[in-house]
T-cell receptor, first 112, second 116 residues
Framework: QKEVEQNSGPLSVPEGAIASLNCTYS??????FFWYRQYSGKSPELIMF????GDKEDGRFTAQLNKASQYVSLLIRDSQPSDSATYLC????????????FGKGTKLSVKP | KAGVTQTPRYLIKTRGQQVTLSCSPI?????VSWYQQTPGQGLQFLFE???????NKGNFPGRFSGRQFSNSRSEMNVSTLELGDSALYLC???????????????FGEGSWLTVV
């Protein structure tokens, strides 16, 4: 059973702080990794994707991948109240793009 | 550029009925995937279509089916609805058929199904 695990939270951080979201996955054959943000009542929107070990930065967001530890994380710098949402980690284990395994998400709350 | 369009957005059905949901992918996208999202199980993969062929299927009963048309539009059908089928059904589209750097899936707004 291929699984993606995330802490459900809620994770609460003050405005301006760094929020750190973590995700582990079970399938060593996993090839690509995604972070989606989902606001309440809305559909998931893509924030970051990462394929190679190491860090990938995009604005205030940094994705980190460690395939040896089967671990992927998302850092949000200078957190804003508008970042308050559920963050979903997703993994593609190979083959076609459309088949992603999602974690159940971590709820982030950024307090003003 | 228009995003992924799903219809209807909200619907209420009775147990035992069947339902058909529709999805129009982003222009130029040929792959369409369907997901079910519930509070308890999270987002779960239903199936994926590419060039009118089902390429992958998740662990759902045969009551859940889908198809894709030549214009890449897709429909999914759920027959003999059960209360547990109440969920947000999300359609996602992607550009290419295989994994490559920079390609991923983009979700529509979803169809909220309530079974009573």
């Amino acid at each position: 059973q291929k699984e993606v695990e995330q802490n459900s939270g809620p994770l609460s951080v003050p405005e301006g702080a760094i929020a750190s979201l973590n995700c582990t996955y079970s399938d060593r054959g996993s090839q690509s990794f995604f972070w989606y943000r989902q606001y309440s009542g809305k559909s998931p929107e893509l924030i970051m994707f990462i394929y190679s070990n190491g860090d990938k930065e995009d604005g205030r967001f940094t994705a980190q991948l460690n395939k040896a530890s089967q671990y992927v994380s998302l850092l949000i710098r200078d957190s804003q109240p508008s970042d308050s949402a559920t963050y979903l980690c997703a993994v593609n284990v190979g083959g076609s793009q459309g088949n992603l395994i999602f974690g159940k998400g971590t709820k982030l709350s950024v307090k003003p | 550029k228009a995003g992924v369009t799903q219809t209807p957005r909200y619907l209420i059905k009775t147990r035992g009925q069947q339902v058909t949901l529709s999805c129009s992918p982003i222009s130029g996208h040929r792959s369409v995937s369907w997901y079910q999202q519930t509070p308890g199980q999270g987002l779960q993969f239903l199936f994926e279509y590419f060039s009118e062929t089902q390429r992958n299927k998740g662990n759902f009963p045969g009551r859940f089916s889908g198809r894709q048309f030549s214009n890449s539009r897709s429909e999914m059908n759920v027959s003999t609805l059960e209360l547990g089928d109440s969920a947000l059904y999300l359609c996602a589209s992607s550009l290419a058929g295989t994994l490559s750097s920079g390609n991923t899936i983009y979700f529509g707004e979803g169809s909220w199904l309530t079974v009573v």
